[in-house]
């Protein structure tokens, strides 16, 4: 599979994947300025920063490539990021796989050099800044949440083995990177997010540490369930020191049953949930993760719903790729709009 150093000439980086891979695409963008062009017409190459957690984002992976293809045929294009790991999903002839573009401890001077498509599941998304709303507001609607935040990377891919996930695959070998090294890039921007697949217990105690002994607020994506029971006292302490500014944890299912079919950690879950509660009664805003539609099982998510600030849903995925089907899910899901969760 080709680098992106393997390309000569300008890039054009778009990203239809999550914070993850656009932090890391943003890092090589801004370790290298003099390739990057912001207009793919003024491109040699087009790289498309892809995810594949259900076929309904392949899918709109796809069409993001193609939409591009339709207004600048004469260019070279890739899909990179989390599907061009997909080597067993098959991709158009004009797409080639490139290797996530990365660059360890680079300060993302320059947000605008990797372009953020929007989130495909919100029908009529508007930016903040078209919205013209104050920053909380926007915030808390569909597909905003940490958009505009400083993505700061901590670390990549995850130890876990759920048994609906290929995270490992398709993020590569698990990294974290040295809290200590990053601490200038966290001072020297507002608004920080912590981004990491799966953040671990060292690195919420660490991020602690630094948040403490510099009075600065952070928010933190993708803890699992397990590391939050781990790290129970630092979260509180945080959120009653006012620095914990918002809190995700992806646990997924609240149902026992779903839980240890998804061979993930049920007692872990559960006790989450309760100190999500308590993270929210001291002003965190909190965010998790369901998966909808799981197999036979009949989800009761009314809990989930009036605990949380904020939901994202996905539906299960049997990782299979079949065109067709994706675009009869899309209909399902998108066109016809959000499931009405109970």
Known sequence: MKTIDDLEGKVY???????????????????????????????????????????????????????????????????????????????????????????????????????FEKPFWVPNFKEKEEEKEEEQDNQIKDGHLFRNMYPLRIGKSCPNRCSYCTIRITRGTFEQ??????????????DVL????????????????????????????????????????????LADRGLLKAYHSPIQSADPAVLRDMSRNVPATLETMRIAEELKGRGVYIATNIIIDYKSFNQDFSRILRLYDYVSWNPLWDNQWNRQKAEERWQKYIVNGPPQLK
């Open 13 to 115: 980086m778009t990203c239809s994947a999550c914070m993850s891979v656009y932090a890391d695409g943003l890092s090589w963008a801004n370790a290298n300025t003099d390739r990057i062009v912001k207009d793919a017409e003024n491109a040699e190459h087009v790289v498309v920063l892809s995810c594949q957690v259900t076929d309904l984002a392949i899918l709109n992976d796809l069409r993001t490539a193609e939409r591009i293809k339709a207004e600048n045929p004469d260019k070279n294009y890739y899909v990179s990021g989390c599907l061009g790991q997909r080597t067993d999903v098959e991709l158009p002839n004009f797409l080639q796989r490139l290797e996530t573009p990365r660059a360890a401890y680079q300060f993302l001077d320059d947000r605008t050099l990797v372009h």
């Open 177 to 190: 990177y040295e809290a200590q090294r990053l601490e200038d890039e966290f001072l020297a921007f507002d």
């Open 194 to 237: 912590l981004v990491a697949d799966s953040p671990t217990v060292q690195q919420v105690k660490d991020w602690h540490e630094i948040a403490v002994r510099n009075s600065k607020s952070f928010s933190i994506r993708n803890v699992e369930p397990v590391i939050t029971t781990h790290c129970k006292d630092e979260l509180l302490d």
